[in-house]
């Protein structure tokens, strides 16, 4: 350090002007005011930023709303508003940490090892953003009330003070807080500048909430020192229990019970002065610029972001009323030194200027400008302050001095709610001229979430699926084919699986075309812990009997299906009986659909006079033989022995699973259903006839027997039981053909038996739990309580594939609907936004556009959400995935407005092996993953493929094995090759 520069800080410090010096807070007021020295009043409010995308139209119309809140605030004088953006690169890190701190706990509270990829985000993300954050300081100063009554106020105090020493043996001293700092007579009107303020700035489309005491001061310590002030740091202010020390000799014994001072918590650590532009707090080297003068013509702030994408930076706006009056002595003294210098003319013509714009109606504020960077020593400040001043010089011809001439008050004016005081001297100015300076950030309602989308140019927007944000969880994607619409939508799963709160796994249940969902499940299994590795399950359906499963199965001990179960099986069943090509059934298939299902049940009860209830065998389930045989069931009390008998029995002593198992036999099954349809209550009710000339009946029973022939899953009792599973996936590829006809049949009849299989429990509720048989009313009560507290999501992915499937999508409606009141969440993905129906767009609350493959289908997203020129721009600029990341419109309607964004959904290697969905991936994946463990292949694989995909490398290899004329699979050849090559590197 120089000779002068240490002469400097000395004679600083030896004035008492440290940087703890320059706060003039000194306690908290109330909850949400801060109360400084000289009684002002000061509320802290966190701008998210704005949650529609903003373009040059909306930022036009954005500017003079601002100028509007701003006028309201400090136009009759007496408030100050001070406004600052920091954005600091080094800091990215721990803002990504800070916001994947939820999931990573619920991860931990699961068992699932998912370190890898959290490591791999806060890497990949850090690269891409930034920490941001825009605070506003509103203040209320004891100028707002008339001398008289600003007297009296501050005798108020006094009297308060007074009252406290006689009552009490307690008094604030010296070292702690004045817990009478604030005045009484300015709280209400500090309550209505702070309260319009907000209520303006969230009309105008901003993300804005106060902030309470605590973390108004933790905000302002992390801005001064944010390597000593950790998430989890607070304040110690009244109302807090009050720290108590041992008294150094001679010390009153009553400054040992002080709340601290504010001062000294919020400013740690001494600063030293370096030289007159440096200050260092802790292991910081900083900076501060004050703006001497204005821009030559406003030039929106987004200019002087785009320079300083690189440095860490913070800008403070102070903004005052009354501007017009600064001006008041300076047209006298411009003409007494007129004759002297041509430039007092110009700042009497400046005056002038200002003063007919003002009695033209337009306010003119006063306004400071400090800005700050930092770095790690003195070369890297000394280079982040020239990169500093040169943006500030191309935004518009700003001109800044690092020369303030105090460099502890720079550092304090450019943090709000320190001071009121600035560095910079005060510049006058209208308000349309300053209000397209202020910063316009893009923002998301979500502060945490476990899916981390950016902005383009690096603002993390967290989002949590499943959040109370939204009332309700309808959400719609699509994308033209590889617009990474199934990596997005696996991306969502996983973050549903990371819920904040979340005991156990969530209930997710996929329908896909192909194994675009493997990967997941893969990256589940592989994460949880030996022993609930069953939790998470992939199967790729056949139409093979192992994969049946009856429609007609009932939740344990209920007899007859709930109302919901009911609709879905003469859904079903009509589905089946539709003629091939048609929308609807025959007149009369619906009825009898309806009515066999009521009599299917009904024909098999145990407690009807004049049912038949099957009876048991033997050697049918050897589980159920087995579990009889361990509870000693007494046989010979029984002639005749039922299947239900059995199913009470089992229950009765705590065999659920063999009881479920026994209750497989005793439902009615689709074989029963040509024979019930004969029965002659169904045949005397509908006579009418079909198109085919024959009976409606004996049509319906032709078409049930053909289902039969033809859907070898359909034919018998369940075979296929997922368990215990939570998240499972069905590829439903094999059983879906393409095509119309008998395709299109098939494929409307396996999604909808799909979706029975995965959710026929996802919609049980207490209202539909007592209606099970008394002995098992509790159970289900029970189980309606766990599916209550879980959350539940249903995807349907390829959702065009239901396109000549009414049916399907009726069921679908139904579930939307329905899934809403029971906290459903419906997710449906596919490639246009002509896939969807019209109430399915009008009922659902996200929507993510990752693509759109036509002029067309751009303007028809428009139309349909209303997107204003600017969002419709941006879609044009979604492209396809890149190293970036997917770009996407991101739509999401929640409880506080609307966000519409432009984001970039970026994923590291890692995490695009682990979603990877092509064939030739999914196993090398896989394989790797037995032979190394999920976190050694991921890491391999991201390695060796940092691009998320080895299709090129084994697209190249096959060619070349063809070429050489080696017979074979190749694509099979190659990939073990890759395999054997990957496990050596040990």
Known sequence: ???????????????????????????????????????????????????????????????????????????????????????????????????????????????????????????????????????????????????????????????????????????????????????????????????????????????????????????????????????????????????????????????????????????????????????????????????????????????????????????????????????????????????????????????????????????????????????????????????????????????????????????????????????APVLIAPLSEVAPTIPVRPASVFEKGALLLRSPDGKILPFQPGSPLQSSWIELGFAPSGGGKSVFSNALNLALSLLPGLRRLPRIAILDIGPSSSGLISLLKGAL???????????????????????????????????????????????????????????????????????????????????????????????????????????????????????DALYDQGRIREAWLAQTHAVPNLKDIPSIASDPAVTSEYRLTTPTGESVVEYFKRRIQEAIREYPILAGETKFDLGEARVVALDLDAVCPKGSGPAARQTAVMYLLGRYMLVRDFFLDAEEAVLAPDRYKAFHLDRARDLKEDAKRLVFDEFHRTDAAPLVRTQVMTDIREGRKRGIQIALFSQSINDFDETMVDLSTSVWILGAATKQAIDKAGKIFGFSESVLGAMEKIGSPSKAGANLIARMVTNRGTFQQFVTNTLGPIELWAFSTTSQDAVLRDELYRLLGPVEARKRLATRFPGGSAREEIERRSQNMKDRGESGDADKTVVQQLVEEMEKKR
């Open 1 to 423: 350090m120089s000779i002068g520069s240490s002469i400097a800080g000395s004679l600083l410090d030896g004035l008492g002007r440290s940087a703890g010096a320059f706060v003039e807070l000194e306690t908290a007021d109330s909850k949400y005011v801060l109360a400084a020295r000289d009684g002002s009043l000061v509320t802290l409010l966190s701008v998210g930023g704005v949650a529609s995308l903003v373009g040059g139209p909306e930022f036009d119309v954005l500017v003079g709303k601002i100028a509007d809140v701003l006028n309201t605030a400090v136009g009759r004088g007496g408030h100050i508003v001070q406004l600052s953006f920091s954005r600091d690169p080094l800091e990215s890190r721990r803002a990504v940490r800070e916001s994947l701190d939820s999931a990573i706990r619920t991860s931990g509270r699961l068992g699932l090892d998912l370190s890898d990829l959290f490591d791999e985000k806060t890497k990949v993300l850090s690269d891409w953003c930034a920490q941001e954050s825009v605070l506003i300081a509103v203040w209320t100063t004891p100028d707002v009330l008339p001398p008289d009554s600003r007297k009296e106020a501050i005798k108020d105090r006094q009297f308060e003070r007074d009252g406290e020493r006689k009552s009490s043996k307690w008094r604030s001293g010296s070292a702690g807080q004045d817990i009478y700092a604030g005045l009484a007579r300015l709280r209400e009107k500090h309550r209505a500048v702070v309260s319009n303020f907000e209520m303006g700035l969230s009309q105008t489309g901003f993300l804005v909430r106060a902030l309470d005491c605590h973390t108004a001061l933790r905000q302002i310590r992390h801005m001064v020192d944010p390597d000593v002030t950790p998430e989890e740091w607070r304040p110690r202010l009244p109302g807090d229990k009050i720290p108590v020390r041992y008294p150094d000799p001679g010390e009153d014994l009553i400054d040992c019970v002080q709340w601290p001072q504010v001062a000294q918590q919020v400013v740690p650590r001494p600063a030293e002065v370096l030289d007159l532009e440096t200050v260092r707090l802790g292991d910081r080297y900083i900076r501060t610029f004050s703006v001497t003068m204005p821009q030559l013509s406003p030039v929106p702030f987004g200019e002087l972001f785009s320079y300083l994408r690189e440095i860490p930076w913070r800008i403070l706006f102070r903004f005052e009323g009354n501007g017009i009056g600064s001006l008041s002595w300076r047209p006298v003294v411009a003409q007494i030194l007129s004759f002297v210098s041509a430039r007092n003319k110009q700042i009497l013509a400046g005056a002038e200027d200002i003063r007919a714009r003002f009695l033209a109606g337009q306010p003119v504020v006063r306004i400071s400008m400090a800005v700050c960077t930092w770095g790690e020593d003195g070369k890297e400040v000394r280079r982040n302050a020239s990169i500093l001043q040169q943006a500030l010089n191309a935004w518009g011809g700003v001109e800044a001095t690092a020369r303030t001439g105090d460099p502890f008050l720079g550092l304090v004016s450019t943090v709000p709610g320190l001071s009121r005081r600035s560095v």
């Open 529 to 647: 812990p030996e022993g609930k590795k069953h939790l998470a399950a992939h199967y790729r359906v056949t139409m093979s009997s192992d994969y049946s499963v009856n429609p007609f199965d009932l939740p344990l001990g209920y007899r007859t299906p709930l109302p919901a179960h009911r609709a879905f099986l003469a859904n079903f069943l009509s589905l089946l009986a539709t003629p091939l090509g048609a929308n609807d059934p025959y007149d009369g298939v619906s009825g009898i659909a309806s009515l066999v299902v009521d009599r299917a049940y009904s024909s098999l009860e145990d407690r009807e006079a004049n049912a038949s209830p099957r009876e048991y065998a033997p050697h049918i389930d050897p589980v159920v033989d087995q579990a009889l045989s361990e509870i000693a069931f007494p046989f010979e009390k029984h002639p005749k022995l039922y299947w239900w008998d059995v199913v």
